[in-house]
């Protein structure tokens, strides 16, 4: 475990897992952020601050736990075989499918919610509050669906747990400086609290397609295929470009609406 730490393979190795972790823990630190507006505003930050270090110390234990026994995980449960549907699942194409079907059902509800609701402000402040200990029973829930996400993206590009546990720590840490600054941009910029939703939603899909081609799923013969990371990111990507030129075009449009005002 020691003698290749110090290696420059092991630091390429730390720099692109760390950046990956980041990456994957966006995901994660968007739902916390989702979750915890729903408690007290009072305990809404502190809320968001432990679910996310529930979120590094769950990472840690579920890698160490991984490691002795991810080959138990990739054993098929059960296996279904006809003309029309075909599958063979495991323990961890089940929990990237049920987590998928949550995001999915978390998004689609919060949507709703918003364009149901008449006053959006005033609907938010009076809405009813979830507990402390409800909210954080289900960020603890779904931590354990992002952390098997990422701690075997891990395991894939190393075997050394001192690496990957310095990395999981770091993203963790980054984590941490950026959940405020990510709930204050929310606030002030209502509109991409849409976009983070439908990316949660495009997460929901991603975890779908995924579960589906761990559990070797097949409709007539057509496999069900992964939703790569880059077409993820590209989409992403897009999203976001729409979104800052429709905000940047919706300004000036209000603008010029006022100068013909005066």
Sequence with gaps: MFENLFTIDSLITFLILTALETVLGFDNLLYISIESKKVDPAREAWVRRTGILLAIGLRVVLLFVVLQLIAMFQEPIFETHSMIFNA?????????????????????????????????????????????????????????????????????????????????????????????????????????????????????????????????????????????????YFILGTLLIVEIIQSRYQKRILAEQEREKH
């Excluded at 990422?150 to 720590?169: D, H, P, Q, R």
């Excluded at 941490?176 to 209502?190: G, T």
């Design 88 to 232: 063979s699942v495991s323990g961890h194409s089940l929990i990237v499918l049920f987590g998928g079907i949550f995001l999915i059902y978390t998004a689609i509800k919060e949507i709703y919610h918003m364009i149901g609701t008449p006053h959006f402000e005033h609907g938010a402040e009076n809405a009813p509050r979830r507990s402390v200990a409800v909210a954080l029973t289900w960020i603890l829930i779904m931590n354990i669906v992002f952390s098997f996400d990422t701690v075997l993206s891990a395991v894939a590009l190393t075997k050394n747990f001192i690496v990957m546990t310095a990395a999981i720590l770091i993203s963790g840490a980054l984590m941490v400086l950026l959940a405020d600054k990510v709930s204050d941009f929310l606030k002030k910029n209502r509109m991409y609290e849409v976009l983070g939703l439908f990316v949660l939603l495009l997460v929901g899909f991603m975890l779908l397609s995924e579960g589906g081609h761990l559990a070797h799923l097949s409709f007539f013969g057509f496999a069900v295929e992964p939703l790569a990371k880059s077409t993820f």
